[in-house]
T-cell receptor, first 113, second 111 residues
Framework: DQQVKQNSPSLSVQEGRISILNCDYT??????FLWYKKYPAEGPTFLIS?????DKNEDGRFTVFLNKSAKHLSLHIVPSQPGDSAVYFC????????????FGTGTRLTIIP | EPEVTQTPSHQVTQMGQEVILRCVPI?????FYWYRQILGQKVEFLVS????????KSEIFDDQFSVERPDGSNFTLKIRSTKLEDSAMYFC?????????FGPGTRLTVT
């Protein structure tokens, strides 16, 4: 049951360039989307979220874009820094109470100095 | 900055033994969760807890699992009789609204 999919298991980007991580979902009841960053042996760290009523949310170097009709979202990191090297998870939830997060499989981002 | 803490960081147990994983959520949060991640797989929801009761649980969260908030600060996950397939990273999370904040995890190894 892959309601949230991240089709790229890995991505390498040069330092200073833009990193674009993609996520697709199938459940049209999802109304909030979140991105988490995870280092080995640590818990996921919340990065940025977006409500389904918006198509863009920006926070510093991180911007999330949502295309509801395509059921697709992306995380842009610009400029990419070596400390951004980590696994990035897309997660989604519905709006019935305080709901569980459904995670994607993650994309390992490597920033090349 | 407030953070979720978990103990122990690593627990090794024999099959059939009981384990208790402990979490201290962020103090003003009201919603608590347990997730797990088996090596190489995605993070999976186990259970959510609000107002001293379970609000939702997944198929994974069977009768061998239980959660408790024994006092005003701790949130525990108990596995009564561990199986080999329970070996995973277990993450506690808490939230006040939408964003969930995760602890560093407990690595459970069942031998």
């Amino acid at each position: 049951d892959q309601q949230v999919k991240q089709n790229s298991p890995s991505l390498s980007v040069q330092e200073g360039r833009i990193s674009i991580l993609n996520c697709d979902y199938t459940n049209s009841m999802f109304d909030y989307f979140l991105w988490y960053k995870k280092y080995p042996a640590e818990g996921p760290t919340f990065l940025i979220s977006i409500s389904s009523i918006k198509d863009k949310n920006e926070d510093g170097r991180f911007t999330v874009f949502l295309n509801k009709s395509a059921k697709h979202l992306s995380l842009h990191i610009v400029p990419s820094q070596p400390g951004d090297s980590a696994v990035y998870f897309c997660a989604a939830r519905t709006n019935f109470g305080n709901e569980k997060l459904t995670f994607g499989t993650g994309t390992r981002l490597t920033i090349i100095p | 900055e407030p953070e979720v803490t978990q103990t122990p960081s690593h627990q090794v147990t024999q099959m059939g033994q009981e384990v208790i994983l402990r979490c201290v959520p962020i103090s003003n949060h009201l919603y608590f969760y347990w997730y797990r991640q088996i090596l190489g797989q995605k993070v999976e929801f186990l259970v959510s807890f609000y107002n001293n009761e379970i609000s939702e649980k997944s198929e994974i969260f069977d009768d061998q699992f239980s959660v408790e908030r024994p006092d005003g600060s701790n949130f525990t996950l108990k596995i009564r009789s561990t199986k080999l397939e329970d070996s995973a990273m277990y993450f506690c999370a808490s939230s006040a609204n939408i964003e969930q904040y995760f602890g560093p995890g407990t690595r459970l190894t069942v031998t």
